[in-house]
């Protein structure tokens, strides 16, 4: 069954760092774009970060350039997120989604865009 297993969520303090890892068994991974999106109690789905099937490229929100990196191990069918100098407005459950695109095809930031999605993992930050 194709899915998507995220882990490295947890409890963590302002200013720490967490590195999130995703492994797919989606096909073959290195077709396809993957991200990461992160909703909030109360609030949409936001996208954080996307990285294209190469990881020559990648795309960030606003709220989180500088600070966070996708980053992708085509060898081990894994996507990563590490996120640096985290802030309370971080806590949400982070999810990673998948979709097949075509090579050189910039990978989408719209949720809706993507085909198979993970459980999530919570992100707690405290102040």
């Known amino acids: 069954q194709a899915q998507l297993v995220e882990s490295g969520g947890g409890l963590v303090q302002a200013g720490d760092s967490l590195r999130l890892s995703c492994i797919s068994s989606?096909?073959?991974?290195?077709?396809?774009?993957m991200a990461w999106f992160r909703q909030a109690p109360g609030n949409e789905r936001e996208h954080v970060a996307s990285i294209s099937v190469s990881g020559a490229n990648t795309y960030y929100a606003d709220s989180v350039k500088g600070r966070f990196t996708i980053s992708r191990d085509n060898t081990k069918n894994t996507v990563y997120l590490q996120m640096t100098s985290l802030k309370p407005e971080d806590m949400a459950v982070y999810s990673c989604a998948a979709v097949e695109v075509p090579l050189l095809t910039r990978p989408p930031t719209e949720a809706a865009q993507y085909v198979y999605w993970g459980q999530g993992t919570q992100v707690t930050v405290s102040s």
């Open positions: 989606v096909g073959t991974f290195s077709n396809y774009a």
